[in-house]
């Protein structure tokens, strides 16, 4: 799920290896009450292999353990907590006995045993800070018997939708982490093409796959929110394709990726292209264990693009600017785009093509060609 757009959410996904016909289903975010979901499991030598869970929603926590309590005198005391099918209760031991060490003037030291009965007297403030950056602070007075009252503090959902997002792309990273280690086992280059939809991400990959295929092993996972229809085309320019459908979501994400290579199987020393929804906004945060963001910006939308969606230039590796054979029948000005696209991220590669007449082709088969040396070299580092 993307923490900005909600996409996603309470979505399946479904993974059609184009070859066999087979089709996989992944089930929506961890929130379902019962779910089954695999596990894709990653040893030493870069072998994969995944098993199934089924998981309903109950939890059973029949444990004990102890919570180390440090007080604003620096003395520090344990209780425990019991914790038994799905109740999660505290239970604190009435009598307890812990010691209290201190330091006089002199330097000198002792310590000495403080016996607790159950009953606490606190007198102090809290001070609370604000997402705002705003501080208050409040009493507690005399908590007897062990209760506490406290008054909420409503901070609004902002910070929650916060708190999902770093999950959700923390827990992507991880997955993505694997991948890219997976890739870097077998000397495989993974790219990931990025744009609006309709920029010619498609037509530029049937092109290379036509182009290259005497010379490369091209493998693709294909993204879409429905149908297969570009996967079709992909299989057709001769690759072997996995089609991704996203229902709901806006973009591919770490686990979609390992799925799809589990059955796309791609050989070592091959090219793995992803080819993402189309879409400038969130593919942008999900790395995907990529060595590179190739992002397409065709000459039929307008050179203010890298302006626009910042965060996808910057993140990208290499901006191709494709259709230029449109530019006499377009109001387009490519000096401009590439000067925007140079003010959000200076070290951007720019590669002017035409993948329907094979203008400009050689220097993005050029760089293909470097990356695939640097992955290898990368491999043995």
């Known amino acids: 799920m993307c923490g900005h757009c909600g996409c996603s959410s309470k979505n399946t996904v479904s993974i059609t290896n184009l070859q066999t016909g087979k089709e996989i289903a992944m089930s929506g975010r961890s929130d379902d009450k019962d779910h ?51 109740e999660h209760g505290h239970s604190h031991d009435p009598q ?9 003037t002199d330097g000198t030291r002792h310590s000495h045993d403080h016996d607790h009965g159950h009953q606490h007297h606190h007198d102090r403030q809290n ?134 290579l589990n059955e796309l199987k791609p050989a070592t020393g091959s090219v793995v292209m992803i080819e993402n929804v189309g879409n400038l906004v969130c593919p942008a945060l999900f790395d995907l264990g990529e060595r590179a963001k190739v992002v397409i910006l065709s000459v039929t939308e307008g050179e203010d693009k890298p302006l626009k969606y910042p965060h996808m230039f910057r993140a990208a590796d290499v901006m191709i600017l494709n259709k230029t054979d ?21 070290g951007i590669t720019i590669l002017q093509v035409s993948a329907r007449n094979g203008e400009g082709l050689s220097s993005w088969y050029g760089w293909l060609r470097k990356e695939i040396s640097k992955a290898r070299e990368a491999a043995f580092a």
């Not at 449109?326 to 200076?346: C, E, G, K, M, T």
Request: glycine share 10%; net charge negative.
């Open 36 to 86: 089954s979901h695999e596990h894709d499991h990653i040893h030493p030598d870069g072998t994969r292999h995944s098993h199934g869970h089924a998981h309903g929603h109950e939890h059973d926590h029949g444990h004990d353990h102890a919570h180390d309590h440090v007080h604003a005198d620096g003395t520090r005391h344990s209780h425990g907590h019991g914790h038994d099918d799905g």
């Open 96 to 104: 307890h006995q812990h010691s209290h060490e201190h330091a006089h």
């Open 127 to 260: 001070e609370h800070v604000h997402a705002d950056g705003t501080r208050h602070t409040h009493n507690h007075d005399d908590h007897d018997g062990h209760t506490h009252e406290h008054h909420d503090h409503s901070h609004g959902t902002a910070d929650t939708l916060v708190e999902l997002e770093t999950r959700i792309l923390a827990r992507n990273d991880a997955l993505a982490a694997k991948n890219r280690a997976w890739f870097a086992g077998r000397e495989i280059l993974a790219l990931n093409l990025v744009s609006s939809p309709g920029a010619g991400k498609t037509t530029l990959l049937e092109r290379t796959i036509r182009d290259l295929k005497a010379e490369l092993k091209i493998f693709v996972i294909e993204g879409d929110q429905a149908t297969a229809n570009d996967g079709e085309r992909i299989r057709a320019a001769g690759a072997p394709a996995v089609q991704v459908n996203t229902g709901t979501g806006c973009h591919l994400e770490a686990d979609m990726v390992a799925r799809g």
């Open 326 to 346: 449109l530019l006499p029948h377009v109001d387009f000005d490519v000096s401009r785009a590439i000067a925007y696209a140079r003010q959000v991220n200076p």
